[in-house]
């Protein structure tokens, strides 16, 4: 069974930093494309950062020079890196990956992933 398990949440001032983890099992694709999104309360599930199979990344523009995404395909754990966090940065991280090779994984569509972790709260006062 493929299983994501996020860490690294917590609660921190703005402009303080956070790095999230996520550890993926029995999922063969972790080498190609995987993802962060996040959820507020009232707000739908967005696409934070993503990463393909040649290290290439997409980020959400409200996030883009602050966050940064990497992954360590030996150890198949994902990571974000926060940087400069924001009051509006608070929600719930989630890891996320596809069911196989994505058409353009750079897209960040939700509709895209179909394995979610329980995912980390990440909450940021001001």
């Known amino acids: 069974q493929v299983q994501l398990v996020e860490s690294g949440g917590g609660s921190v001032q703005a402009g303080g930093s956070l790095r999230l983890s996520c550890g993926a099992s029995?999922?063969?694709?972790?080498?190609?494309?995987m993802g962060w999104f996040r959820q507020a309360p009232g707000k739908k599930r967005e696409g934070v950062a993503v990463?393909?199979?040649?290290?290439?990344?997409s980020y959400a523009d409200s996030v883009k020079g602050r966050f940064t995404i990497s992954k360590d395909n030996a150890k198949n754990s994902l990571y974000l890196q926060m940087n400069s966090l924001k009051p509006e940065d608070t929600a719930m991280y989630y890891c996320?990956?596809?069911?196989?090779?994505?058409?353009?994984?750079?897209?960040?569509?939700?509709?895209?992933?179909?394995?979610w972790g329980q995912g980390t709260q990440v909450t940021v006062s001001s």
């Open positions: 990463i393909d199979s040649d290290g290439s990344t």
């Open positions: 029995g999922y063969t694709y972790f080498r190609y494309c």
């Open positions: 996320a990956a596809p069911r196989g090779v994505t058409w353009y994984c750079l897209a960040r569509r939700k509709s895209d992933f179909v394995y």
